[in-house]
């Protein structure tokens, strides 16, 4: 795997701005789609459309991690980057997928289940430059693969030592 380019700077003020002004935005969305039976059904609508494409494209393992569905073995122009989640469906390639990106596709999932079918179009509308897309933010840009680590993770060895990794 190629490492993560540091992100230009000042990016921090940006996704800022972005996540208030994506906040701003929901305050015009009714209530009764978010967090509720109309967005729950969108995430149900989704995650079978996620069914269905990753059941027609998968070439690799279907396994239930958490609370994602991951479909592995999709072909590259299926998805952008390393996968998409579609409702409870995490789609990608052949690559491994580690805890840390099974996290940030976890918090897509979550969005999905509060807005429902506007999920897709809200995404489209924040952008796809995942520094000023507020759903990537609140996901995770470092548990994303969007951004360097930012500080080591600390590991237990088989020893019990403690080290520190950059994974």
């Known amino acids: 795997m190629s490492p993560i380019p540091a992100p230009p700077t000042g990016w921090e ?3 800022e701005r972005a996540v208030a002004g994506g906040r701003e935005l929901e305050r015009f969305i009714p209530s009764f789609l978010l967090d509720s039976p109309v967005s729950r059904f969108g995430y149900g609508y989704g995650t079978a459309v ?3 494409w990753g059941g027609l494209m998968s070439t690799g393992r279907v396994e239930k991690r958490g609370e994602l569905w991951v479909f592995r073995g999709l072909p590259s122009w299926a998805f952008k980057r390393g996968g998409v989640c579609v409702g409870g469906c995490y789609l990608t390639g052949d690559g491994d997928v580690s805890e840390r990106v099974l996290a940030h596709e976890a ?3 979550r969005q999905w289940r509060r807005y429902g079918l506007l999920m897709p179009l ?3 509308l924040a952008g796809f430059d995942p520094l000023r897309n507020r759903f990537e933010i609140e996901a995770g840009l470092e548990d994303g693969n969007y951004i360097p680590r930012s500080r080591p993770v600390r590991t237990v060895s088989a020893r ?5 990794s950059n994974r």
């Open 13 to 15: 003020a940006a996704a």
């Open 50 to 52: 996620g069914w269905l």
């Open 107 to 109: 918090v897509h999932a």
């Open 122 to 124: 809200l995404y489209l």
């Open 160 to 164: 019990s030592s403690v080290r520190a």
